[in-house]
């Protein structure tokens, strides 16, 4: 009954069921995020967050990994570390805000930017990554840690640390450019 959970080829092995859970924790977010929700919405963006570090543990500990988790957690990643943390900062942030013509145009530049950068970002991964190799660097901001410096500009707007919406966008624009920057992050 259970040894699809260790098999390797099966969709619905472990490591990918912990992926599946990173995806219910990213749309379950979203959801909290758009009924201003924002403590919720929080819990389950860093539960997305763990999922992806214990996916990744169970996969190479059980050798789990396959071309289809790839591009699972890919897509994960895409929804939990890309749209969520755009999410925050718009609903959280600029959403409600009277923007004038100037400022509305770059809030769109900079939320497409960072979405855009955060996609590029992680399907180059997936077409340089070899299933279960890990390497010792990564190139440019991981969608993860970019996620986290977008968490950190919301926390200081939430607390009042940066009160300018255009120095928050110049920010999230800043971070979509890492993403794809050659920057060396060590692997952990």
Known sequence: MTSFLFNKNHHFNLANMVTFLNIGAGVLA?????????????????????????????????????????????????????????????????????????????????????????LRRLIQFNIDADAGEVSKYFIGVPTPLGAIFLWIVYLGCVFEIIGNENIVLSLVVLVGFLLNSKIKIPHP
Request: some cysteine; overall charge negative; proline content about 1%.
């Open 30 to 118: 979203i959801y909290f995020l758009t009924h201003d929700k924002f403590f919720t919405a929080a819990v389950f963006a860093w539960c997305a967050g763990a999922f992806d570090i214990i996916d990744g543990k169970i996969a190479r500990k059980f050798n789990l990994s396959t071309e289809f988790g790839v591009q699972l957690d890919s897509f994960a990643d895409f929804l939990s570390f890309v749209i969520v943390p755009t999410m925050f900062i718009f609903f959280g942030v600029i959403d409600g805000k009277e923007l004038e013509v100037l400022s509305t145009t770059f809030v769109i530049f900079a939320f497409v930017y960072y979405i855009i950068s955060g």
